[in-house]
T-cell receptor, first 113, second 114 residues
Framework: EPEVTQTPSHQVTQMGQEVILRCVPI?????FYWYRQILGQKVEFLVS????????KSEIFDDQFSVERPDGSNFTLKIRSTKLEDSAMYFC???????????FGSGTRLTVV | GQQVMQIPQYQHVQEGEDFTTYCNSS?????IQWYKQRPGGHPVFLIQ?????EVKKQKRLTFQFGEAKKNSSLHITATQTTDVGTYFC??????????????FGQGTILTVHP
């Protein structure tokens, strides 16, 4: 079964450092998303991406965050200057078409120290 | 903004007992999806409901979407230890795009005692 691949699985970074989280969505999917989940809490929407541009973003997704699809396969989330409160599991997801269910990756656990 | 509430937060059952989790949205939804997350895992898509009053079944799982498209439920008959995990509902607000954001509920953590 096709998978969404995320790397790294775990990233530890110092406060103020930049991090890039990487995702390879399913190849024929057109819609891409980033969500995050603080330990034990609900899954929170960050951003959706379609047709090479951001289609929607949440209040969490401020100027410190950016997304890119640098080539035909990768989808990245960059946090420019990490804060302690950015520590969470970050999930990439993709869907084949609008209104379809999402396929989530296994996540990147980001720990900011 | 849109809020999705889910109850109960925790449910402990004996194997063989039934389980139900309920989801309520503060606004009308265009559709609602259900996901299961095993401990330490990622959310896995179970089903999507679109029509008012829709009922769908997957083996022992029954999903319902309310008539007003503001609430939903997931019922598991005769739970098994493999049902352990967190069940999330996730709603998409009416009037937005078909690929608009999903707002997740807090999830119901199900534990099943053998």
């Amino acid at each position: 079964e096709p998978e969404v691949t995320q790397t790294p699985s775990h990233q530890v970074t110092q406060m103020g450092q930049e991090v890039i989280l990487r995702c390879v969505p399913i190849s024929n999917h057109l819609y891409f998303y980033w969500y995050r989940q603080i330990l034990g809490q609900k899954v929170e929407f960050l951003v959706s991406f379609y047709n090479n541009e951001i289609s929607e973003k949440s209040e969490i997704f401020d100027d410190q965050f950016s997304v890119e699809r640098p080539d035909g396969s990768n989808f990245t989330l960059k946090i420019r200057s990490t804060k302690l409160e950015d520590s969470a599991m970050y999930f990439c997801a993709s869907s084949e078409a609008g209104g379809f269910g999402y396929t989530f990756g296994s996540g990147t656990r980001l720990t900011v120290v | 903004g849109q809020q999705v509430m889910q109850i109960p937060q925790y449910q402990h059952v004996q194997e063989g007992e039934d389980f139900t989790t309920y989801c309520n949205s503060s606004t009308t939804l265009s559709n609602i999806q259900w996901y299961k997350q095993r401990p330490g895992g990622h959310p896995v898509f179970l089903i999507q409901l679109v029509k008012s009053g829709e009922v769908k079944k997957q083996k022992r799982l029954t999903f319902q979407f309310g008539e007003a498209k503001k609430n939903s439920s997931l019922h598991i008959t005769a739970t098994q230890t493999t049902d352990v995990g967190t069940y999330f509902c996730a709603g998409r607000g009416a009037g937005g795009t078909s690929y608009g954001k999903l707002t997740f509920g807090q999830g119901t953590i199900l534990t099943v005692h053998p």
